[in-house]
């Protein structure tokens, strides 16, 4: 695929979505960052649980996981909201 057959299908991917000037190019990538900033914040968390769960017993890492996923969920659901 060249260049312009390249830039051609990100133009019309980019219509399609309602992105047709500077303005709103720039409000797509914020709020793509800040899709990704949740989604990160989100994985720390759930992982920061389990390996807690893990370090006290290795045998609880079911439990860690299913906590961990749940306060995911609590933390990601607010963030979601306000972004």
């Known amino acids: 695929m060249d260049i312009t057959r390249l830039g051609d299908f990100i133009y ?6 309602g992105i047709e000037d500077s303005t709103g190019l ?3 990538i914020i709020q793509f960052i800040k899709f ?5 914040s989100n994985t720390f968390v759930t992982l ?6 893990i370090w006290i ?10 906590i961990g ?6 933390k990601t659901v607010p963030l979601n909201r306000k972004f």
């Open 69 to 74: 996923w749940i306060l995911g969920v609590l």
């Open 12 to 17: 019309k991917l980019l219509e399609k979505m």
């Open 26 to 28: 720039k409000a797509f």
């Open 48 to 53: 920061a649980v389990y390996y807690i769960f």
């Open 57 to 66: 017993n290795p045998s609880l890492y079911q439990v860690g996981n299913v």
């Open 36 to 40: 990704g900033l949740v989604g990160v």
